[in-house]
Each structure stands twice: as C-alpha cells, then as structure tokens.
C-alpha cells in the first residue's frame, strides 16, 4: 500500500449512522465518526469483571464480531 503519513497504520475510521422520527413526524440522522480502534469486551454481570476482549479496526462491524 501507498503510504499516507499516518504513524498508525492499522487504525481507520469509523461511523456510526443514529437515525429516528420526532414527535411531529420529521426525520432526523446524526453521524458519529472516529478514528482509530474499537475495543469489544465481555464482562461478567455479576462481578463487573471483564472475561474476554478483542481490539478491532474502527471501521470493523459489530455484527461481525461475535
């Protein structure tokens, strides 16, 4: 790959699309984006204690991770 002046090669961005209809029937989107990782933890409810976690690409969909 090309190199593009990031330090940090392996992180990306990523978006998150909120979209919802207000009271009058209007619709509304907001967007959230970011750069860099995601961190998908599993944590004992109980203890509060995390049990297992796996650090992805920002642009990484939650549905694939499992």
């Known amino acids: ?3 593009d002046g990031r330090r940090d090669t ?3 961005f990523g978006k998150k699309t909120y979209r ?6 209007t619709l509304w989107e907001k967007i959230i984006s970011w750069f860099g ?3 998908h ?4 409810a109980q203890y509060e ?3 297992a976690f796996t ?3 920002a642009s ?3 549905v694939k991770e499992g």
């Open 60 to 62: 990484t969909s939650d």
């Open 49 to 51: 204690l995390p049990v």
């Open 1 to 3: 790959p090309k190199p």
């Open 55 to 57: 650090v992805t690409k």
């Open 20 to 25: 919802g209809c207000r009271k009058d029937g």
């Open 37 to 39: 990782y995601k961190l």
């Open 10 to 12: 392996d992180a990306d």
């Open 41 to 44: 933890l599993v944590v004992d």
